[in-house]
């Protein structure tokens, strides 16, 4: 027997608020924050533990930011991630652009709720307008309706995507550490403990810089091959992970006939223009466009130090930028900068010590895509009632 019913989010919900944006001319109001502040781009599907922005309590009272409590389900109205759901795992305040559902517990299991807004997002992002920018509102996300069942059934549900999200969880974080402890000892080995009598030597010493190329897109021999081809989302995307997929791919012949190059699997690439400084390794080889820039070891077998270089050169741009835009990156950018080391024997040891972690938080992003197929294979059976849970009792 059937039991789910249809019902509007707004009654299932004890509030629905969305957020606000302290003047960013006041950087007041920012100085020194320690209050969460969630941007919608941070929303894309995931757990939210920290944010990117934080505010203090003079941006808090100077605008309509709110706080909203642990465990709400936060909906991107505007831009680029419109549609898309998170779930904040912290209290945090969040811009005007999101759509904040503090859900009632005795209704609905705010768990299942994500699923269920994560498995309609086609859906949801038709109900938008607007031309430039696709634009959702309050009064369209809370009037929408969804078919739910029994709170029993929401949990039994949950259960099953969350223990997956729970192993990605998991693997996402040891990640996370894992690197964080490879940049301490790059800083340790090569900032820190540096010696006076080290040589410098042009950055070019230690990298090869590559440059990317787009096929015509007009030949449609060039597309939809088996040759991953990066964008800049999909490096933004992937930033200081591994990328395995790419939105779209070439074919050999596309390769051939543009200036796209092919990096090997471990290479290092940055993004130039657009979302500049993103960083990533490569999973598998690949090529990318020419808004990017792929990085590989003038010194062999040193991927992992190649690519922490980079990332902590990149942090020294950004940083050197402040106050002014940082939008493009060159290969002038590069050419003035110098690197203080001993010997290229001293870069190999260190490569040999940090080559555990990044061979391990490969391994991780492998389960991690697997575990994300089977989940996403599952949601929308489950969603459906497809697929039942059993629920004993």
Same mark, same amino acid.
């Given at each position: 027997?059937?039991?789910?019913?249809?019902?509007?989010?707004?009654?299932?919900?004890?509030?629905? !608020?969305?957020?606000? $944006?302290?003047?960013?001319?006041?950087?007041?109001?920012?100085?020194?924050?320690?209050?969460?502040?969630?941007?919608?781009?941070?929303?894309?599907?995931?757990?939210?533990?920290?944010? @990117?922005?934080?505010?203090?309590?003079?941006?808090?009272?100077?605008?309509?930011?709110?706080?909203?409590?642990?465990?709400?389900?936060?909906?991107?109205?505007?831009?680029?991630?419109?549609? +898309?759901?998170?779930?904040?795992?912290?209290?945090?305040?969040?811009?005007?652009?999101?759509?904040? !559902? #503090?859900?009632?517990?005795?209704?609905?299991?705010?768990?299942?709720?994500?699923?269920?807004?994560?498995?309609?997002?086609?859906?949801? #992002?038709?109900?938008?307008?607007?031309?430039?920018?696709?634009?959702?509102?309050?009064?369209?996300?809370?009037?929408?309706?969804?078919?739910? /069942?029994?709170?029993?059934?929401?949990?039994?549900? &949950?259960? &099953?995507?969350?223990?997956?999200?729970?192993?990605?969880?998991?693997?996402?974080?040891?990640?996370?550490?894992?690197?964080?402890?490879?940049? $301490? !000892?790059?800083?340790?080995?090569?900032?820190?403990?540096?010696?006076?009598?080290?040589?410098?030597? /042009?950055?070019?010493?230690?990298? @090869?810089?590559?440059?990317?190329?787009?096929?015509? %897109?007009?030949?449609? *021999?060039?597309?939809?091959?088996?040759?991953?081809?990066?964008?800049?989302?999909?490096?933004?995307?992937?930033?200081?992970?591994?990328?395995?997929? %790419?939105?779209?791919?070439?074919? *050999?012949?596309?390769?051939?006939?543009?200036?796209?190059? !092919?990096?090997?699997?471990?290479?290092?690439? #940055? $993004?130039?223009?657009?979302?500049?400084?993103?960083?990533? =390794? =490569?999973? @598998?080889?690949?090529?990318?466009?020419? %808004?990017?820039?792929?990085?590989?070891?003038?010194?062999?077998?040193?991927?992992?130090?190649?690519?922490?270089?980079? *990332?902590?050169? =990149?942090?020294?741009?950004?940083?050197?930028?402040?106050?002014? &835009?940082?939008?493009?990156?060159?290969?002038?950018?590069?050419?003035?900068?110098?690197?203080?080391?001993? %010997?290229?024997?001293?870069?190999?040891?260190?490569?040999?010590?940090?080559? /555990?972690?990044?061979?391990?938080?490969?391994?991780?992003?492998?389960?991690?895509?697997?575990?994300?197929?089977?989940?996403?294979?599952?949601?929308? +059976? =489950?969603?459906?009632?497809?697929?039942?849970?059993?629920?004993?009792?």
């Amino acid at each position: 027997m059937n039991t789910r019913k249809y019902i509007h989010i707004r009654e299932i919900s004890k509030k629905i !608020l969305s957020g606000g $944006t302290p003047s960013t001319k006041n950087k007041g109001y920012y100085y020194n924050g320690d209050i969460p502040w969630l941007n919608t781009k941070e929303i894309n599907f995931k757990r939210i533990y920290k944010t @990117e922005n934080y505010i203090n309590q003079d941006g808090l009272r100077n605008s309509s930011a709110k706080w909203i409590p642990r465990d709400s389900v936060i909906v991107a109205m505007y831009g680029a991630t419109a549609g +898309k759901v998170a779930i904040n795992k912290i209290p945090l305040t969040t811009n005007q652009a999101c759509c904040n !559902l #503090i859900i009632n517990e005795k209704v609905a299991d705010f768990n299942f709720i994500y699923y269920y807004l994560v498995n309609e997002y086609e859906k949801i #992002i038709k109900l938008a307008s607007g031309a430039a920018q696709q634009n959702l509102n309050v009064s369209i996300i809370s009037n929408y309706i969804i078919f739910l /069942p029994p709170l029993y059934e929401q949990k039994a549900i &949950v259960g &099953v995507l969350s223990s997956l999200d729970d192993k990605i969880d998991l693997l996402q974080r040891q990640n996370a550490t894992l690197e964080a402890m490879a940049e $301490t !000892l790059f800083r340790q080995w090569f900032i820190e403990e540096a010696q006076e009598d080290w040589e410098e030597y /042009p950055l070019s010493s230690f990298i @090869e810089i590559i440059g990317g190329g787009t096929p015509k %897109t007009s030949e449609e *021999s060039y597309w939809h091959g088996d040759i991953l081809w990066m964008s800049g989302g999909d490096i933004a995307s992937s930033h200081k992970s591994f990328i395995f997929d %790419t939105d779209k791919k070439i074919s *050999s012949e596309g390769l051939e006939n543009s200036s796209a190059n !092919l990096l090997p699997k471990f290479s290092t690439v #940055i $993004t130039a223009r657009g979302t500049v400084g993103k960083i990533c =390794l =490569l999973g @598998e080889q690949a090529a990318f466009s020419q %808004t990017n820039y792929g990085i590989l070891p003038r010194i062999a077998g040193t991927p992992f130090f190649t690519f922490l270089l980079m *990332s902590d050169l =990149l942090c020294y741009l950004k940083q050197s930028a402040y106050g002014s &835009v940082f939008d493009t990156i060159t290969r002038s950018t590069f050419e003035e900068i110098k690197f203080n080391c001993p %010997t290229d024997n001293y870069i190999v040891n260190f490569e040999n010590m940090i080559s /555990p972690f990044f061979q391990k938080m490969f391994s991780n992003c492998r389960q991690i895509r697997t575990l994300e197929k089977l989940r996403d294979t599952l949601l929308p +059976k =489950l969603m459906s009632g497809e697929v039942r849970v059993r629920v004993d009792g």
